[in-house]
């Protein structure tokens, strides 16, 4: 029912410097699979053809992953090697891919509102291709948030409990529960000291946007850090009428940090083992 799915990538990616020096944070591999492909997989088993990506500079390899390497192919046709790029060609066939440039880095906020050019007026998805989620029961965490939307027609984050020492670095909100593992958002406040997280529910890289939220971005007045949060603009639709959140089923794996990194290619390194 959600056609399109956001993926803001247009970030330095420094933690990881110098390996990101030349190449776009997104394309770094799990095992055998840049992150970004992860993401739109499960942008994909979620319904979400139509993938818009907000790059920037020296992120040219993100166009040239979800294109034709026609040297390559011709190389590999009719080898066994062929059918390592059957994942990827599969995502070229089901889905179309536009990209816009953020000419600044201005917040997550910001990086959004860039894409509303790609978007339109729909709700869409958005997924930081960074937090790698590993759904449960076969189904992905994007997936799991459609579902929400599909019933209350409503922006939707995906949130999971953090230890009180790491609120800080994510966005943190506080709500009724309405049903199981579902919130009604009260309050929301981006990396906030511990001492004034309203709970220990962190917001993880998985977003359902209703097209407003460009409006009230637009209005947003800058956050933490003097950039456009999009904590902040989701509080104020809270406000205005209903944000839920949803501590979704799975596993997510913080790769914007080394030891997130290892953590999931030791997870997918095993699968794959355990698959042989
Ligand atoms: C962003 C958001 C934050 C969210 C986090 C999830 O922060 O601003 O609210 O909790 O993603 O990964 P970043 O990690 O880009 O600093």
Redesign the pocket.
Known sequence: MIKKCLFPAA?YGTRFLPATKAMPKEVMPIVDKPLIQFGVEEALAAGMHEIAMVTGRGKRALEDHFDVSYELEHQISGTDKENRLADIRRLMEECTFSYTRQKEML??GHAILTGELLVGAEPFGVI?A??LCDGANGEGVMAQLAKIYKKYRCSVVAIEEVPQNEVY????IAGSQIEDGLYMISDMV??PAPEEAPSNL????RYILTPDIFDILRETPAGKGGEL???DALMLQAKRNMVLAYKFKGERF?C?SMEGFVAATNHYYQRMKDSE
């Open positions: 970030g917040g997550l930081l960074d937090d670095k994510y966005g943190v981006e990396k962190a917001i993880i890289g949060q999009i904590t913080d914007g």
